[in-house]
């Protein structure tokens, strides 16, 4: 627990923990409000914030076709049957940086199946906001392809609304995968206009995101922004979270038409992703 870096400035404040590259915590210092949960980094996933990479949540199988080949994704012991949000989550980071505003962490990953990657995150706080990134470096000789996003869990309560704008979603179906896509969103899932929505389990992906989505605890407006199409919510019952998850791909792009979002990376290539948490 020595190693858990304890950051802020006049606006926020955050804890971040090497092991997962997570954040443990990110409180408004104005509002004296819990902005993520807090989580306590005894498992994987309990925390307020979590890198995925070199892929984001689910690919049937475990397994996809690329440039003609079978790719077979490694498991861990996060879950039974997927590479699920991939390893960078479950993995030590190395501290690069830190600064009293903010750091960089590093990671060195390498598996069978064909990833082999350098991956960087940057925690920085400015002003009332905090700035998240990822930038993933290819190291292996033979091209892979590459996804990522960030996973946080926004404190939401029953005095909480969420609002965003998509043009259609992915119903959840078996494992956790994606049915097929439909533009007509019911109305539990739909936060074009604020609300809080149901207290049930919802799972699904979005795409047409705005890059724009804001939840509102009373007095605090949190903004969430990113520039990619496809937004991932997830809520459980009873849980006061809500979780806004920016990717660079839908849920199973793998196996979709063109692969969309997925980036194919050369040795030495990378791919970079960004998001932006502001407090108002």
Not at 108 to 132: F, M, N, V
Not at 242 to 270: D, F, I, K, S, Y
Request: glycine share 10%.
């Amino acid at each position: 627990m020595n190693s858990l870096l304890m950051l802020q400035n006049a606006h926020l404040r955050m804890c971040v923990d090497p092991q997962g590259g997570s954040l443990l915590s990110l409180v408004s210092l104005q509002h004296q409000r819990a902005i993520l949960r807090e989580g306590h980094g005894q498992q994987p996933g309990d925390c307020g914030l979590f890198p995925m990479l070199p892929v984001a949540n689910r690919v049937a199988g475990n397994r996809f076709m690329l440039r003609g080949e079978e790719v077979v994704l490694p498991h861990h012991e996060a879950d039974e049957h997927f590479f699920l949000h991939g390893d960078g989550w479950l993995q030590r980071w190395r501290v690069i940086t830190a600064t009293p505003g903010g750091c960089l962490l590093q990671l060195r990953s390498w598996h069978p199946c064909g990833y082999d990657y350098t991956a960087q995150i940057c925690y920085q706080l400015e002003a009332s906001s905090l700035h998240a990134s990822l930038t993933l470096t290819h190291c292996g000789e033979r091209p892979m392809i590459y996804g990522c996003g960030f996973h946080p869990f926004f404190a939401f309560d029953t005095y909480s609304t969420a609002q965003f704008t998509a043009s259609g979603y992915w119903p959840e179906g078996e494992q956790h995968l994606p049915l097929d896509w439909q533009s007509n969103i019911p109305s539990a899932a739909d936060f074009m206009h604020a609300q809080y929505g149901e207290d049930a389990w919802l799972n699904v992906g979005y795409s047409g995101w705005s890059g724009r989505a804001v939840i509102q605890r009373d007095v605090m407006k949190v903004t969430i922004l990113a520039q990619t199409p496809w937004l991932m919510l997830f809520r459980m019952s009873g849980e006061p979270f809500l979780c806004l998850e920016p990717q660079t791909h839908p849920v199973n792009a793998h196996h979709m038409q063109g692969q969309p979002g997925l980036q194919v990376l050369a040795q030495g290539e990378r791919c970079h992703f960004a998001m932006q948490i502001c407090v108002e």
